[in-house]
């Protein structure tokens, strides 16, 4: 009788044991969790306001009925992020407020009046050198100014740009003589950061106030990179206008005093074109038992730079048209990198009438951007009225059928 007392008392310390040891492994695993590095990710904020992950309450939902904001308003943290509602005007917008700048206390208690002066005490000589001076044709534009803000905070490896406002902007839409703005900033040379500010209507003097935290960015690299603004004006019927750019070198620009504050004329879009958008080679057989066209998109060379960090990430977009009604589409998949791209994909469509006396084909050369809309670089129809090399490739898939035919073909603009 003792042994089954002995070995019940020993199992009963035993799973005592087990569960103290696993619940003290829980604890460590979960505070060392919490004081790890959030990882890479970039938190947009509206009018400034300093939020970082780990303050994020990811029940928290906008437009919340009074019950829940009451019980969330008192255990809301300081720096959670809090937007009212209540207080925007008729366009959405929130009411401008000048931020308080607290690393840089010569910029204390200034309005946006005095930006101009701002800049002289804020941007060191050297961040004056990196930057290119504007042209005599671009001064004489008068496409409006960009301001920004610059911040580096070391407690969280974090990359903060503020973007609040421009002025001066050029009118895009005729009729109303105003524009809708918003603004695409991209860090270069990867391109893998890509945000865009929320669409101000009716406005040539927007003010944004939107504040991108980008995380994971070491201190040492910042020197290496550049920030590139696109301003546009949104166009619900056609493409977005490109009103001008802003590039700024962050070679020689001193983060570690604190906020930057900085303002750069927007000088026009300088895109490097060659003298043509590319060449596609393209190979067409017509099967006319089958009643079938297949295509193999091949090789594109010599692709134009599609924005100032240089090269495209192209791809082939194929549409079949009936009647000028569009029946079917295709696309290949994206090359990086590349103004010489080879593709080698194969598409087979099925032709709805006898002939291709009414059929015509569509090629789209695109550069794939993952933050916005992708741009076309050429554009390509062959068609039986097509003209140059189009006509002729397509009165040879005809006289010749279940031939395979390949040849090069200049592309126009998109």
């Known amino acids: 009788d003792e042994i089954p007392t002995v070995v019940g008392i020993i199992s009963a310390f035993g799973l005592v044991f087990s569960v103290s040891l696993f619940a003290w492994i829980c604890c460590q695993r979960k505070s060392s969790k919490s004081n790890k590095t959030p990882p890479y990710k970039f938190v947009h904020v509206l009018k400034g306001v300093d939020i970082y992950p780990e303050n994020l309450n990811s ?8 019950k829940s904001e009451a019980k969330n308003k008192s255990a809301m943290p300081k720096n959670s992020l809090h937007l009212d509602l209540e207080k925007r005007d008729l366009n959405g917008n929130f009411p401008k407020t000048t931020p308080k700048i607290q690393s840089s206390p010569g910029l204390e208690n200034s309005s946006p009046k005095n930006f101009a002066e701002r800049k002289k005490d804020s941007v060191s000589p050297d961040s004056i050198k990196s930057i290119t001076s504007l042209s005599s044709e671009d001064k004489q534009d008068k496409l409006g100014t960009l301001f920004f803000s610059l911040e580096y905070n070391f407690e969280k490896k974090a990359f903060v740009v503020n973007i609040k406002e421009a002025r001066g902007l050029p009118a895009m ?42 995380y994971g960015i070491p201190y040492s690299q910042i020197q290496d990179l550049t920030l590139h603004f696109m301003i546009l004006s949104f166009d619900r019927f056609s493409r977005d206008d490109v009103i001008g750019e802003v590039l700024i070198p962050l070679a020689g620009i001193e983060l570690s005093e604190g906020r930057l504050l900085m303002d750069r004329e927007i000088i026009k879009r300088n895109v490097r074109k060659s003298s043509g958008r590319g060449e596609l080679l393209i190979s067409l057989c017509y099967q006319s038992t089958t009643n079938t066209l297949t295509v193999v998109v091949l090789k594109a060379r010599h692709l134009p730079k599609s924005d100032v960090s240089g090269l495209s990430d192209p791809y082939v977009k194929v549409n079949l048209y009936h009647a000028k009604k569009r029946i079917s589409k295709k696309k290949t998949h994206v090359k990086k ?45 062959l068609e039986s009225s097509a003209e140059g090399t189009g006509g002729e490739h397509w009165k040879e898939i005809c006289e010749y059928p279940r031939r395979q035919i390949a040849k090069w073909h200049m592309l126009c603009d998109g």
Do not use: W
């Not at 105003?178 to 101000?200: A, G, N, Q």
């Not at 009716?202 to 106030?209: G, S, V, Y």
């Not at 080879?342 to 050369?365: A, K, Q, R, T, W």
């Open 173 to 214: 839409d005729e009729q109303s003589m105003t524009s809708d703005p918003y603004i695409k900033m991209t860090i270069l040379p990867e391109k893998k950061h890509k945000v865009k500010t929320r669409v101000l209507r009716k406005t040539l003097d927007p003010a944004f106030d939107e504040t991108f935290t980008f």
């Open 59 to 66: 029940k928290k939902k906008f437009g919340a009925d009074d």
């Open 337 to 381: 990198c590349t103004p010489n791209a080879v593709f080698n994909e194969l598409f087979v469509f099925d032709i709805p009438c006898e002939g291709l006396d009414d059929i015509s084909i569509e090629f789209l050369v695109l550069d794939s951007d993952r933050g916005s809309r992708n741009e076309v670089i050429g554009r390509l129809t």
